[in-house]
Antibody
Framework: EVQLLESGGGLAQPGGSLRLSCAAS????????MSWVRQAPGKGLEWVSG????????YYADSVRGRFTISRDNSKNTLYLQMNSLRVEDTAVYHC?????????????WGQGTLVTVSS | DIVMTQSPDSLAVSLGERATINCKSS????????????LAWYQQKPGQPPKLLIS???TRESGVPDRFSGSGSGTDFTLTISSLQAEDVAVYYC?????????FGQGTKLEIK
């Protein structure tokens, strides 16, 4: 059974940093691209960042490029999102999502998400 | 970026009636080399992560009831629920994966009339 378990969310001040993790199990982690998708309270889905299975390619939404860094440790079956220079508008539930293949594609499994709140 | 626009933003349909949600992309998501539309539909219920319903514009995922269907090509797509059930109350999103800069529609909230 595929499982994705996010952690690392919490309260951060504007300009601060947080590091999110997503522990994956139930599939061959290195064979699949992964993404982070966020949802602000009461709002829709926003794709944030993606990484290929080999970690050779990374992609970012314009809203986070230069502030967030996606990475993965295939030996630990874990996806990360380093979030720096946080803004109030980064407040959201952050989901990790598994892609159907090693590069781009649709998301067949999602985690429950971890809440990030940016406030002074 | 490819902009995805859904219509309507909200929809109220009687039980047993048809529900139709539209999704339009700002550029074609049809990949000519394989003739596939890189378009998926998700259902999200309150407090839950999104659930994949349809991929490649019209391929229903295993376990998804056959009252859900997807159609369209190029830039215009439709999600149809043929006979609305109470458990279909949710927000529905389209998603393009043609570009690695993925984008979602703004969502359509489906309610019972």
């Amino acid at each position: 059974e595929v499982q994705l378990l996010e952690s690392g969310g919490g309260l951060a001040q504007p300009g601060g940093s947080l590091r999110l993790s997503c522990a994956a199990s139930g599939f061959t982690f290195t064979s699949y691209a992964m993404s982070w998708v966020r949802q602000a309270p009461g709002k829709g889905l926003e794709w944030v960042s993606g990484i290929s299975g080999s970690a050779g390619s990374t992609y970012y939404a314009d809203s986070v490029r230069g502030r967030f860094t996606i990475s993965r440790d295939n030996s630990k079956n874990t996806l990360y999102l380093q979030m720096n220079s946080l803004r109030v508008e980064d407040t959201a539930v952050y989901h990790c999502a598994k892609t159907v293949g090693p590069t781009k594609g649709y998301f067949d499994y999602w985690g429950q998400g971890t809440l990030v709140t940016v406030s002074s | 970026d490819i902009v995805m626009t859904q219509s309507p933003d909200s929809l109220a349909v009687s039980l047993g009636e048809r529900a139709t949600i539209n999704c339009k992309s700002s550029q074609s998501v049809l990949y000519s080399s394989n003739n596939k539309n890189y378009l998926a539909w998700y259902q999200q219920k309150p407090g839950q992560p999104p659930k994949l319903l349809i991929s490649w514009a019209s391929t229903r995922e295993s376990g998804v009831p056959d009252r859900f269907s997807g159609s369209g090509s190029g830039t215009d797509f439709t999600l149809t629920i043929s006979s609305l059930q109470a458990e279909d109350v949710a927000v529905y999103y389209c998603h393009q994966y043609y570009s690695a800069q993925y984008t979602f529609g703004q969502g359509t909230k489906l309610e019972i009339k």
